[in-house]
Structures are given as C-alpha cells and as structure tokens.
C-alpha cells in the first residue's frame, strides 16, 4: 500500500473538492529499513532459511506467521533507515537458487493514541503505591484506585452521570470475570512486573517484536513515554482486592504483552507477526495505536499485516476467530477515521470515546466504522481519566483519549467470551 498525504474533510470539504478538482497530493518520502521479506522456492523451512541467510551476511529473524517458506531478513551492517533501496542487498539474496522474491521493507509511523502524549505533560509524578490509602472491605472492589474508576462505577464522581458506566458488576455478580480468557496488548510493551499483573501475566502469549526475544518489558525513558501498554494492560486485568491501584474489568483474565511500537520505525513485517502472534493462545488482540492523527494522512494495514488479521480472524482460537480491537482516532473534528485503514477495516472492532457526563470526548473523530463507545476522560475535569496500571508498579488516574477506550472494550469482550 502506497502511503499518501490527503485531508479527510468533511461534506462540504468534499463537494468543494468536486467541483473545483482534487488538490495536489505528494507522497511522503519513503523510508528504507535494514530489513527484508524473503520468500523461498518451496517450503524449506528454518533451517534453510538460516543457512541462506548467514551465507549472505544476513540474519534471520524468523518465519513470517508461521509460513515454511517466508522469512524476516535483517542485515546488522546496513543502515537502519535509508532513502534509497539497496541493491546490492537485493540482488545479493535474489541470486540464491532457493530465493524466490526479496522485498525491502519500508519504514512508517505508528502513534499511541491519547489525548496528552506523557512527554507534553509538565510537572507528571507517579503516584507510588506506599502513600495510597486502602478502602475497608465491602461488597465493591477493595483495591484503593477503585473509586477512582467512574467508568466501572460511576456514582457521580468529578461531576459524572451517575450509573453511567460499563456496567460490569452485573457480570461480576453471576461469577463472570473473564477466566480463561488471553488479551493481548500490542502496544510499547507491558511491565509484567507490577504487582496488580504479574500474576494475571500470559508469558507464552507473549513477544517482543521490537527487540527479537521473549521479554516485552518497556524500554526505560525518562518521561514514562512507554507507559502506554501496561496502562491498557492494567484496564484489562489489573488483580481485584490487592490493595494495588484499581480492578481490571475482566481480572480473572490473563493478559500478554506484545512489544512492537517501540523502534524508529515500524514496518509490515513487524505488525504482521505481531497481530498473527500465538493465534491459539491468545483471544483478543487490543491495538491504542494507528497512523498520524493529523486530519491529513491516509494509511492502513499493508499486505502481510492484513493477511494476519484475516487468518486470525478467520483461524484464530482454534477456528473460533481472533477479535481485534481498534481505537479509532484522537483526531477530533479536524480528522476522519475512515481514512485509517486499521479502524476502518472490516476486520477489526473500532471503539470511539466518551466522557463522564455522556457527551463525546472533543478530540473523537466520526466515521461509519465505529462499532461502540466505551470512556476515557471526564468532562469537567480534565484529570479525571482512567485509573489504572503504570510503569514500576505505579498507578495512575489520566490515561486518556480513544488509547483508554479500546481496552475497556477489549475487558468486556473477554467477560462476553467466558460467558
């Protein structure tokens, strides 16, 4: 899929676009990475890719989801982002009797989506666990963050519509809590860790895309910038009545961390996997990411990454079907997530936002392929996100924008599932 630059306007926009001609699109500069699709002449398996790639030079970094025949190149001596295509390397593999194609993967953006990216924040703390005061036992949660969660119990906290939430406890009630059930965070990785999800951790669902190991620890930054998955982690199966910030909508539930945000760029190969990552182990796939929010960039999913989905979909746990959930955009009413090939697809559930009075969070963006509304911030005041999991075994109470609606949906889809 070839990215362009085009504004999503609305009807107006659009008509005037009619009448008057389409305004001169130019393609955003593409970007080359040191790694390479290879597909071999038949299905000759790891071994033979390995062998074909150490004798070029490269380093093979597996099969791509699964395939006995297609492989992930990666040449350690050529630069990680280039402006053209290397030849040399092309040609280099391509001369292999066994190499059937070679494709240079280009490089693209992926951006969390929340209101407030941590590093424009001035003046974040963490709030440590060790000054947080417990709440005495009742029939709710006792973890202390819970009152904090209007959108799992909204009692009017912060100026909020009272009993407007997700309702959960009425499944909680009936024993339904999400056992059995594996989501999958693909985000900037998860810190499996923390004391509220080390427990409700699913190591073998799990993977780092971004660093090639088994690990999806977050990479340390000084302002928390990779926090963003163990906060959507936290949404989903944060452990009930630790004493440890808030409750996961579904906290029986267990959850994996897939790590493939984190890296200058990303590419097809590494969404592919990601997405078509342990389709058996894992139930739901929850994405907070997409292209630029900008109101001016169309993108999608290319080749591999929808073949990914469309298996999973179609394949997934054991021919029940992978869901994967999408947020679908932080926008506002400048961008249209329709041209967000992700949110738009067919194949995956885009999940928009509101706040705690019911209105629509300003920085929403409208399209046809929004499936349901699940919360993040409240209205009045601004600080009243969603409390959840963060980095170091911290909490927090402003995880925000469509970023923290897509893992709610994500816990509600897992209560539906053991139902």
């Known amino acids: 899929m070839v990215r362009r630059r085009a504004a999503c306007a609305p009807l107006a926009g659009l008509l005037l676009t009619m009448l008057l001609g389409p305004p001169a699109v130019q393609p955003a500069k593409e970007v080359f990475t040191n790694t390479f699709y290879v597909q071999l002449k038949g299905p000759h398996g790891a071994d033979k890719a390995h062998e074909i790639a150490k004798r070029s030079g490269f380093e093979n970094l597996g099969s791509v989801l699964g395939s006995p025949h297609e492989f ?96 959960v406890e009425a499944a909680w009630a009936q024993g339904i809590t999400g056992r059995n059930v594996t989501t999958a965070i693909m985000d900037d990785g998860v810190d499996y860790m923390h004391p509220d999800l080390r427990e409700r951790f699913n190591a073998e669902a799990s993977y780092d895309f971004s660093s090639n190991d088994p690990f999806p620890y977050p990479r340390y930054t000084d302002d928390w910038f990779n926090s963003h998955g163990t906060r959507c982690a936290g949404e989903v199966s944060a452990a009930r009545d630790n004493g440890v910030c808030g409750v996961g909508i579904a906290y029986n539930s267990r959850v994996a961390g897939i790590r493939m945000l984190d890296q200058p ?128 075994g911290q909490c927090t109470k402003t995880h925000s924008g469509t970023s923290a609606a897509a893992p709610e949906a994500a816990g509600v889809f897992a209560l539906a599932l053991e139902a």
């Open 72 to 167: 992930h190149f990666v040449h350690r001596g050529l630069s990680a982002a280039r402006t053209k295509r290397s030849v040399p390397h092309l040609r280099q593999l391509k001369a292999h009797p066994l190499v059937r194609r070679v494709v240079q993967q280009t490089g693209f953006s992926r951006q969390k989506r929340g209101f407030r990216p941590l590093r424009q924040r001035r003046g974040y703390k963490p709030l440590r666990v060790e000054n947080l005061v417990e709440l005495e036992p009742h029939k709710d949660p006792t973890d202390p963050f819970f009152k904090y969660q209007w959108y799992l119990k909204n009692t009017g906290q912060n100026g909020g519509k009272p009993k407007l939430d997700l309702n």
């Open 265 to 392: 760029y990303m590419t097809d190969l590494i969404e592919a996997n990601s997405m078509g990552h342990e389709p058996n182990l894992i139930d739901i796939y929850s994405a907070s990411w997409g292209p630029t929010d900008d109101g001016e960039t169309v993108d999608g999913p290319r080749n591999a990454t929808m073949r990914a989905i469309v298996r999973g979909v179609n394949e997934g746990r054991h021919g029940l079907g992978n869901i994967y959930v999408w947020a679908s955009g932080d926008g506002g009413e400048d961008d249209d997530c329709n041209c967000d090939g992700y949110a738009a697809s067919m194949w995956t559930i885009s999940i928009n936002s509101a706040i705690n009075d019911g209105e629509n969070a300003h920085y929403d963006e409208s399209c046809s392929s929004t499936i349901a509304s699940t919360f993040s911030n409240g209205a009045k005041d601004p600080t009243t996100g969603v409390a959840t999991t963060d980095l170091y």
